[in-house]
């Protein structure tokens, strides 16, 4: 029996906005399906903190990927409920 690898691709695409103290991060998922899924992550520097552009783009990006886990993981289980006919609570 011959076991072929099934390889699959998704874009996920952000972009990043910065207003004074404000970073904001918008992602965007498109599955291979063509299912499409967005989420937003904000990070609010202190004003009395220097200004570190990139720290403020990588909690923005981590705060609007993980709204974007979350997503995923609620859509995977409406999948498995409307298949098995059972709730399913995925947690990360």
Do not use: W, Y
């Given at each position: 029996?011959?076991?072929?690898?099934?390889?699959?691709d998704c874009?996920i695409?952000?972009?990043?906005?910065?207003?004074?103290?404000?970073?904001?991060a918008?992602?965007?998922?498109?599955?291979?399906?063509?299912q499409?899924?967005?989420?937003?992550?904000?990070?609010?520097?202190?004003?009395?903190?220097?200004?570190q552009?990139?720290v403020?783009?990588?909690?923005?990006?981590?705060?609007?990927?993980?709204?974007?886990?979350?997503?995923?993981?609620?859509?995977?289980?409406?999948?498995?409920?409307?298949?098995?006919?059972e709730?399913?609570?995925?947690?990360?």
């Amino acid at each position: 029996m011959i076991t072929m690898e099934k390889i699959v691709d998704c874009n996920i695409e952000m972009e990043f906005r910065e207003i004074d103290a404000t970073t904001q991060a918008d992602v965007r998922l498109r599955m291979h399906d063509g299912q499409r899924f967005s989420s937003q992550g904000v990070a609010n520097r202190n004003p009395e903190d220097r200004v570190q552009q990139r720290v403020g783009e990588e909690v923005a990006a981590a705060r609007a990927l993980t709204g974007l886990a979350e997503q995923l993981l609620d859509k995977a289980g409406e999948d498995i409920r409307e298949v098995m006919h059972e709730d399913a609570h995925l947690t990360h």
